[in-house]
């Protein structure tokens, strides 16, 4: 399995940003994608959660609103959606895969597999 995060970049508080996880190698009928990002000097931090079978979804307390995750079955890729981003948003973004989960979805050790980051910068 191989894992792909693009679309970060240097927006300015308030705008929107789409990244991109492009999944490859995939061959379980139900997994989870999710996206976690870590910020200069902190630990990695779950974002959102999805789930392929059901199309569920989760999301950090800290960006339920804001943040939309979604998931294109044809291609496997999965996005998300990132409006009226904040400075404190600031970080690198990941996208990983593993599970399915349905519970304690952000625990970084039970995802297998991890992409490269995407940075995303929230400045004025």
């Known amino acids: 399995v191989q894992l792909q995060a693009s679309g970060g970049g240097s927006v300015q508080p308030g705008v929107s940003l789409r990244l991109s996880c492009a999944a490859t190698g995939v061959t379980a009928d139900n997994y989870a994608i999710g996206w976690f990002r870590q910020a200069p000097g902190k630990e990695r931090e779950g974002v959102s959660c999805?789930?392929?079978?059901?199309?569920?979804?989760f999301y950090a307390d800290s960006v339920t609103g804001r943040f939309t995750i979604s998931r294109d079955e044809a291609t496997n890729a999965v996005y998300l959606q990132m409006n009226s981003l904040k400075p404190e948003d600031t970080a690198v973004y990941y996208c990983?895969?593993?599970?399915?989960?349905?519970?304690?979805?952000?625990?970084?050790?039970?995802?297998?597999?991890w992409g490269q980051g995407t940075l995303v910068t929230v400045s004025s």
């Open positions: 990983a895969a593993g599970g399915p989960y349905y519970s304690d979805f952000f625990r970084l050790p039970r995802y297998d597999y």
């Open positions: 999805t789930n392929s079978r059901d199309g569920s979804t």
